[in-house]
């Protein structure tokens, strides 16, 4: 662990609302050590002044979509890795600039960087398993996929879009369309993260994704409870016990509480053993 980007990370972590590019080159930075996180932002800021006079020439909102659209993806060239869409490169945001290449989160969190400070209204959208960008202006909404090169979605898309990840058709609810802010984005982030390095036994890095989870929300039930398994595989048991306990307080009629409070028992005998 890098312990000067896990404090920052903590700090940032404290306050409301959380600084986005900064959380997330932080979240990069502990992967890469020597990681310069205002070089980065910097490269940012480079990218955003050299779009200004592209984007300021559309008339309209739809009109300036389409430009940051167009410069991202066609004069930039950056792109969603659909072959290597797990490579944990893909989550981070030092990566995705210098390769050109991210997931959908990825490319949202530059697009909503670079467009805002370009005056563009614009919002993260937690849609399920693709997260997208609302552009909002006084005439409606803009759903737009930077992942798939900035594409402006219509309602039909987007119910196809449902369709297709669930396998049957589902109602378009309001709330798979809500904007979010930038604590939910890091930590849906970190859940990305935490996923390939679960499905790769990586329980390091793992536990590294979940501890910056529950630092960004500390009631995220499920987060507790699969770092308490975690710590207890790991033969952490005191942490083990300490999170099982944080959890049923937080969740006693979670359908896991029954196990939970089984381990609890386990636990404590173990802790007693070894003190």
């Known amino acids: 662990m890098n312990d000067a980007a ?34 980065y932002l910097d490269r940012i800021s480079e990218l955003a002044r050299e779009a200004e006079p592209i984007v300021r020439a559309g ?50 969190v530059l697009y909503l960087e670079i467009g805002r ?3 563009l209204n614009l919002f ?3 849609f399920p398993t693709h997260f997208l960008v609302k552009a909002v202006d006084e005439r409606g909404e803009l759903v737009i996929d930077p992942f798939y090169g900035g594409a402006i979605l219509s309602l039909r898309d987007i119910r196809a879009r449902l369709a297709q990840i669930y396998g049957q058709p589902v109602e378009l609810v309001p709330a798979m369309l ?6 939910h984005i890091l930590t849906r982030l970190l859940r990305n993260l935490k996923g390939i390095y679960m499905s790769g036994s990586d329980w390091d890095r793992a536990l590294a994704a979940l501890d910056r989870i529950l630092l960004l929300d500390p009631r995220a039930v499920e987060e507790l409870a699969e770092r ?4 207890e595989q790991l033969e952490c048991f005191k942490a083990a016990l300490e999170d099982y306990q944080c959890f049923l307080s937080l969740a006693p009629e979670h359908p896991g509480a029954d196990g939970a409070r089984e381990s609890i028992l386990r636990l404590v005998r173990q802790v007693a053993l070894i003190n």
Do not use: C, M, W
Request: glycine share 8%; aromatic share 8%.
């Open 124 to 126: 993260g959208v937690s």
């Open 228 to 231: 308490a398994a975690l710590y």
């Open 59 to 108: 008339s309209n909102t739809v009109e300036q979509v389409q430009l940051l659209s167009h410069f991202l993806f066609e004069q930039k060239g950056f792109e969603g890795n659909r072959d290597e869409f797990s490579d944990p490169r893909n989550s981070f945001l030092n990566d995705v600039i210098e390769r050109r290449k991210g997931i959908p989160i990825t490319l949202s």
């Open 117 to 119: 400070r370009l005056g």
């Open 6 to 39: 896990r404090r920052e990370f903590v700090s940032i972590a404290s306050r409301e609302p959380v600084p986005l590019i900064r959380g997330a080159l932080l979240i990069a930075k502990e992967e890469y050590p020597s990681l310069d996180v205002k070089l």
């Open 178 to 183: 809500k904007p979010v802010g930038p604590r």
